[in-house]
């Protein structure tokens, strides 16, 4: 079964939609699968995801309110098969703390899953608007389907 980890800053906004949106996923079409998200930071360990997100989410049928915020550890590495970040600053931070090649080759940005090779960014909505959610929300969506069904 193979394990996927999504991955942003505060694990409250980006992150927890993409393990949402996968959960939906894997639960709809019976996918062989696990999925967990965490944050590079502990700026919101153990609370629930940004309330923007969540209603977003919601008029997309996706319910992120179960989910809990957590910070990224390097066990992670071993316990998941590829680990999927929002940004480059997230690379940044998840790569500093691989200790080896393999770790590493584990490590990409989710975008690349819908627009392979372009290095693309889903951008931190926290300081924007609503449109800003709605806008993730898409991107989010359409790399999870190419996670779910590649
Ligand atoms: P996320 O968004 O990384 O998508 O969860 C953010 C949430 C909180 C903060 C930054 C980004 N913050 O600075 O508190």
Known sequence: ??????VCLGNICRSPLAEGIMLKLIKENNINMRVDS??????????????????????????????RARQFKVSDFEKFDKIYVM???????????????AHKAKVDLLLNASNPGMNLEVPDPYFGGEQGFEDVFQMVYKA???VAFA
């Open 38 to 67: 965490a944050g590079t930071s502990n700026y919101h360990v153990d609370e629930a995801p940004d309330n923007r997100t969540i209603a977003n989410a919601a008029k997309h049928d996706v319910d992120l309110k179960p989910l």
């Open 1 to 6: 079964m193979q394990k996927v980890l999504m």
């Open 87 to 101: 940004d480059n600053s997230n690379m940044a931070n998840v790569l500093a703390l691989a200790t080896n090649d």
């Open 144 to 146: 999870c389907q190419h």
